[in-house]
Structures are given as structure tokens and as C-alpha cells.
């Protein structure tokens, strides 16, 4: 049965689609976007899931809206060639593992079944990609989870490279190539804590930025040391024994990146004596170590910034990618100077969330919010005033206005966090119940059949959402290119500023 859009425009008083019994699964090649119900059972988790640390009273939230209302948004899933099951393509994976655990407590049905949308199967990087993004875009990821995913889709490169081993510079591009912008060195942190740190085991979870550039510089000078007295061959095995002894032996709670600091070298010291460290040709080295220890290394004054450091360079950014086939690397190009205040910064990002809403005739959705993140949302149109008979090709009211419109409004409905608080329920301090009691967010925050009622035929579900946000950071001719560098960059500034204030305050 063909769809009637110009029903669907009209009027978003229709209810959700009823399911039906056909059996998607049977279908040999699924199509693009084709909504599938699959049995949990024939879900395979994403194996190589970026973000393994999860926050405990958010899973609690997601796990009780699932039980009381479903899953209200289809997962994504591919086929990997030769396998009969599918797979989680973008997220998902906590949805997946609350529904398998809600159906082994309660033996209901309701929960054996996951709604789910298909995409074509390209290749492993682009799976892992995909995930990693998705995990970025929902929640962010501690340094060693995005430690350790890089690293993954680094062996990616170097398995797949005529060459081999691949430089710092090569992989910052072929990043770049896959829509994630990190600089050379945040990579080489990266690295080098997926590489050299895994003994810390939990402890892992607690590095930062600050905390591994330190432990990095004593592990280089340690090495250099070792070459100077030719034990260099048996370094890494010395290197992964003294963690170990650390770890067997420290009860902390938090990472004491000093007293760390302070074990691996006593350790090296015993192990290769006191003479190694006072004989060896680079004194510079040793200065280093031993004025590092005796001034704390600084890591209090360095961690209350680092926030800006890794914001800018070690989460994966939405930002320009390439200009005129090259990377546009944040330490080359020129910038505007950066607001000094959390209210400048708040209204240049106003105006910038603004400009883009104004390209698709959503500029009626802007609102300033003090509860929400950024100090502002975006609510639901006026869907009972878009026109019908304008919809051509438009499937959800939304796409009438413009055919990237629900795209833009799901980009900015992530962004100002309405996704995470649209299933936090029973949180009496969410934003959500301080709107006006006519607020279709809020309506839909309070009705789950207006929920999907809005979703099914107002927005959709926009299963692309990841693609177009990369096509809009990466392609400097597309007419949202620069709005959302802008906004993507004044947002991090926002963070930033907030962050270093609520530190100061302490």
C-alpha cells in the first residue's frame, strides 16, 4: 500500500501504524531504511563496542523507560557477508543488552521482538566508525575507551595498507577521510596508552589527557635510558612487569598519576641501578624525571585546563575535515579570538543555532532554556500548520519545509541533549517538565503514543542522521558547512568555559 503524503502532511492525528505479521527477516536482500521487527536472538551485539564504561543511574533510566514504554527508536543493524544473524550498525548496544535482560526477568514478550532498520554492510572500519560515532554523538567516552577504539581502527589501516605500519600523520588523515578530525598527537596519546597502559586494568578508566602525556614522557625517558645501557631489547617486558606489581599492590580508589609516577621509577632505578641514571649521556632526561617528581609534575594546574585541551583535540570533533583536499588542522589555521565570558560565548551560539534553523524554516523552533545544556532547545513544529499540498516528495511533515529539515532538527535535538532527557523518566528535575503544559515536547515526553505519533509522521526516525552530519562537516561547499563548524565550535567553547568555572569554584 502506497503512502498518501498528502495525509500525512496534513495532520499529525493519525495513529502509530498498526504492526502486522510479516516476517521481514525472510526477505534475502534487504532494501536501504527498510523497517524490520527482529527477534533479540537474532541480534548480535557490535563486538567492538567503543564505549564499555557506563554511568550506572543512566542505564537504571533507559532500562526503566524500556519497561514501561518499549523501545520508542529502531536500532540499526547490517548483515556481515556469510553470517545468518545481524548486527548492531550504529549504537544500540545498550538497548539490546536492557531487552535481553527485561526478557529473562519478566519472560513478557513484548520484549523478545527489537524494531530495527536495515543498512547495507560496507566494510568493518566503517561499522567500527559508525559505532564510535554514535557513541560520541549519545554520551561522551572516558580517554581510555576512545583510546582503545582508535587503536582498533588503527590495526584497521595498517592491515589494510600496502605499507604496513602507518605514521602518526597518515592515520590523522585517514581519520580525517572517515569524518573523524583528531590531531596527530591526540592519536599519539591515544596509542600510546591502548599500547603500554592495559596493565593499570581498571585504573585505565581513570586517565585523562594530562595524566598520559606525563606517564608518557617517563616511559620515553625510561626507554632512552635503557638503550644508553643496552637493555633496551627487554624494556617493554621490565615496563608491563612494573605496572603489574603496581596494580597488585595499590588499593586506591582514583588514579594517583604521582605515586604511579613515583613506583615505576624506584623500580627502574632497582633494576637497572643508580648508576644508569646518573652516568647516562642524556642528563637532560634525568633532570626531567627527578624535577618532574619533586615539582609534582603540575598535573593539578594542567588537569583544571585540560578540559580545553581535550575538547579541542581528543574527542572526535564534527568540524572541517578537509580544505581543497587538505586537512585543515586546528594549530595551522587562523582563529577568531575566543570569547572570554560564558555569556558571549552563549549568544554567539544563539545566533549560530538560529542561522542554521533559518535555512530549513525552523526558526520558530529556537528556544532559550536555562535548565537545558547549552542554554537553549528546539521544539517540535507547528506540524498542523505546514502546508500539504506543498509536500512533493517530503514522507514526514517536517521535510515539506525543506528536504534537510528533519535532518537539521535531529542533529540539534542531540546536540542540546532532548534525546537523553526524552527517556529519563521519573527524574522530577528534568527540563522537559518545566516546559509550558501546551509544549509538544513536553507532551511527548508525557505521552508515549504522542511520542511516536511525532516520530512516525512528523520527523521520522532520520536512520541517515550520521552520514548527513559528515557530508555537512566535510564537504566545504554544502550550504550548512560553515553553520555547523560554527556551532559545533562554540558549543566545545561553551563547555569549556563552563567546565573551568565550575573548577574554579571549587
Partial sequence: MNLDQNKATLSLHIGTPAQTNMSFGQEDTPSRGMLMSLPISEIDFFDKNPR??????????????????????????????????????????TRLKIL?????????????MMPCIYIPYSDETTLQVAHLV???????????????????????????????????????????????TVSHKTLGL??????????????????????????????????????????????????????????NQYSATELDVHELYQFVLDRFKFEYGSDAFSETENSSDKDKIETAVKQDVNLHQKEVSENNTESKDSDMEFVPAKVNGTKADAEDEPKEAEPITLEQTSKKLFSAVRKLLAKVSLSDCFKIHKDFPYGWYVEYPAFEHISASSAGNAIYAIDVLHEEA????????????????????GDSSNPLLTLKSDSKLRIAYEDPDKYDEYTNCGIGNKENIIASLLNWQTNTSHEFHANIVEILSLSTQYNNLRKTGAKSEE
Fill in 134 to 180: 554514535e557513541n560520541e554523538l549519545r554520551a561522551e567516552m572516558c580517554f581510555w575507551d576512545k583510546a582503545c577504539k582508535y587503536a582498533e581502527i588503527r590495526d584497521i589501516f595498517q592491515d589494510e595498507s600496502d605499507s604496513g605500519k602507518l605514521s602518526l600523520r597518515e592515520l590523522e588523515v585517514m581519520f580525517s577521510d572517515k569524518g573523524l
Fill in 190 to 247: 591515544f596509542f600510546f596508552a591502548s599500547d603500554n597502559l592495559q596493565e593499570l586494568q581498571e585504573y585505565a578508566f581513570k586517565l585523562s589527557h594530562a595524566k598520559v602525556e606525563e606517564i608518557k614522557k617517563l616511559h620515553s625517558t625510561l626507554f632512552s635510558i635503557s638503550k644508553s645501557i643496552q637493555l633496551d631489547d627487554s624494556f617493554q617486558y621490565l615496563w608491563s612487569d612494573v605496572l603489574e606489581q603496581w596494580h
Fill in 100 to 112: 535481553c535482560e527485561l526478557l529473562e526477568e519478566t519472560g513478557d514478550n513484548r520484549f523478545r
Fill in 406 to 425: 528533519g535532518n537539521v532538527f535531529t542533529f540539534l535535538w542531540k546536540l542540546s541533549g532532548i534525546d537523553t532527557f526524552m527517556f529519563d523518566v
Fill in 52 to 93: 564499555r564504561l557506563h554511568d550506572v543511574s543512566s542505564y537504571a533510566a533507559i532500562k526503566e523507560s524500556i519497561r514501561s514504554s518499549g523501545i520508542q527508536q529502531p536500532v540499526h543493524v547490517t548483515q556481515r557477508p556469510g553470517e545468518s544473524k545481524y548486527v548492531l550498525a550504529q549504537g544500540g548496544n
